[in-house]
C-alpha cells in the first residue's frame, strides 16, 4: 500500500510520515509533500502534487493547519473540493485530516470542526480525527506533553497518536509497537514506548475514532453530527 502525505509541519514534523510505516501491520510505502506554513491552495498549484498523484498511490492525506495562516472557511472549502476532485480523477483516495487547535484554543477547535465536517458531507469523503485525539488527551492527560513550546506543534509523542489515528481510521489497526522518532539534531532517533503506555494511548485512539465514525452516516450523504 502507498500513502501520499500532502500537508506542511504538522505533517513532516517528527518524520510522522514515517511513524505511521513503523508501526503498521501493513507493508506500506510513505512519500510527503510538505513545507511550512503551505496550505491546500498552495499545494493546489503545484505540479509536483499533479506529477505524484498519477505515480500509483492508494491513499492520500490532505492536511492543512487550523492556526495562522489558516485560510478562510470559504478557501477551504473551496480548495478542500478541488483537491479531493484532484486525487479522485487520479484513481487515488482521498481523505481529509481533521486538525488539531493550539493548546487551550478550544473554541477555534469548534470552529474547525465544523468547516471540515461540511468539506465531509460536501464531497463525501472520509475525514482523519487526529484533532479530536490531540485535544482530547491534551484536556484530560496534560501531563502527556503533546505540544512543543509553540502550542501549535506536536512533540513526537503528539506525533505518534497522529501516526496511530491515522492506521486506524484507515486500516483498523488496533495493535502498535510503539515506535516513536525522536529529532536529533541533523537526524531522527527510533524509541520505544513503554507497553502501559501503549496500550493506554491504543485504547483512547480506538474509542474516538469509534465514536467519530459513529456519528455520521452514508445515506446519498454524510451526516455530522457534534462530538
Known amino acids: 500500500m502507498k500513502i501520499l502525505f500532502v500537508g506542511n509541519s504538522h505533517t513532516y514534523m517528527n518524520d510522522m510520515p514515517e511513524m505511521v510505516r513503523i508501526n503498521s501491520s ?25 506529477f505524484a498523484l498519477k505515480q500509483g498511490y492508494d491513499f492520500v492525506i490532505f492536511q492543512q493547519a487550523s492556526h495562522e495562516p489558516c485560510p ?8 478542500a473540493k478541488a483537491l479531493i476532485e484532484l ?26 470542526k465544523d468547516i471540515y465536517h461540511q468539506v465531509m458531507m460536501d464531497n463525501l469523503v472520509d475525514g482523519i480525527p487526529v484533532g479530536y485525539v490531540i485535544n482530547r ?25 497522529e501516526s496511530i489515528t491515522i492506521l486506524n481510521t484507515i486500516f483498523f489497526e488496533t495493535k502498535f509497537p510503539g515506535k516513536l522518532i525522536y529529532p536529533n539534531q541533523s537526524s531522527f532517533e527510533e524509541h520505544q514506548l513503554d507497553e502501559r503506555l501503549i496500550d493506554f494511548l491504543t485504547k483512547e485512539v480506538v474509542h474516538t475514532v469509534e465514536r467519530f465514525k459513529s456519528n455520521y452516516c452514508v445515506c446519498g450523504k454524510r451526516e455530522i453530527l457534534d462530538d
Open 87 to 112: 486525487a479522485r480523477s487520479c484513481g487515488v483516495m482521498p481523505y481529509i485530516m481533521i486538525p488539531w487547535s493550539q493548546r487551550n484554543y478550544d473554541d477555534d477547535f469548534k470552529t474547525t
Open 72 to 79: 478562510s472557511k470559504e478557501a477551504t472549502l473551496h480548495d
Open 137 to 161: 488527551l491534551s484536556h484530560q492527560n496534560p501531563e502527556l506533553e503533546l505540544f512543543q513550546s509553540d502550542n501549535q506543534h506536536l512533540t513526537s509523542l503528539g506525533s505518534y497518536l
Open 26 to 50: 501493513e507493508k506500506l510505502e510513505v512519500t510527503m509533500l510538505a513545507r511550512p506554513a503551505i496550505t491546500f491552495h498552495d499545494h493546489l498549484e503545484s505540479m509536483e502534487l499533479q
